[in-house]
């Protein structure tokens, strides 16, 4: 359950900014900026314990598991959360350069803001591979149709 954090906490504090951002609200720009380090720190231990599930499917030896699958995901999944820590980085940064600056403030928020986004997807990639390890019905290669 905990792999699905990164997932839904990025559409959620997404979501947040953009609203933060259009209203042009300090305040939930803050928040919306404390979410995305609380959401960078929350993904360390979803990626941590990435090898000791991979573990466990490959005591169960099951036939439609897939190791290339498994290769796969993992590549992702380190490229996503490299991306996800450094966006709650960015989000560090941001909070505190817009206590000092306004202007450089804001470029700073689009930065994170963007950063977020490609997280996200990033995020949404990963799951999605992860999902198609072990869930015949959404793998393109297997003739299910709906």
Request: proline share 3%.
């Given at each position: 359950m905990l792999n699905h954090i990164p997932v839904i906490g990025v559409g959620f504090v997404t979501l947040l900014f953009i609203v933060a951002v259009v209203r042009k609200s300090g305040e939930l720009i803050a928040v919306a900026l404390g979410f995305t380090v609380?959401?960078?720190?929350?993904?360390?231990?979803?990626?941590?314990?990435?090898?000791?599930?991979?573990?466990?499917?490959?005591d169960l030896h099951l036939p439609e598991i897939s190791k290339e699958r498994i290769e796969v995901h993992e590549e992702k999944a380190e490229i996503a959360f490299i991306f996800v820590e450094i966006t709650g980085a960015l989000a560090i940064?941001?909070?505190?350069?817009?206590?000092?600056?306004n202007r450089l403030g804001?470029?700073?928020?689009?930065?994170?803001?963007?950063?977020?986004?490609?997280?996200?997807?990033?995020v949404v990639w990963t799951?999605?591979?992860?999902?198609?390890?072990?869930?015949?019905?959404?793998?393109?290669?297997?003739g299910y149709r709906n």
């Amino acid at each position: 359950m905990l792999n699905h954090i990164p997932v839904i906490g990025v559409g959620f504090v997404t979501l947040l900014f953009i609203v933060a951002v259009v209203r042009k609200s300090g305040e939930l720009i803050a928040v919306a900026l404390g979410f995305t380090v609380f959401l960078s720190l929350m993904t360390v231990p979803v990626y941590l314990t990435g090898p000791l599930a991979e573990g466990v499917l490959e005591d169960l030896h099951l036939p439609e598991i897939s190791k290339e699958r498994i290769e796969v995901h993992e590549e992702k999944a380190e490229i996503a959360f490299i991306f996800v820590e450094i966006t709650g980085a960015l989000a560090i940064m941001t909070l505190i350069i817009c206590r000092y600056s306004n202007r450089l403030g804001w470029v700073m928020i689009v930065l994170t803001l963007l950063a977020l986004i490609i997280s996200g997807g990033l995020v949404v990639w990963t799951a999605d591979l992860g999902g198609k390890i072990h869930h015949q019905e959404i793998r393109s290669d297997t003739g299910y149709r709906n």
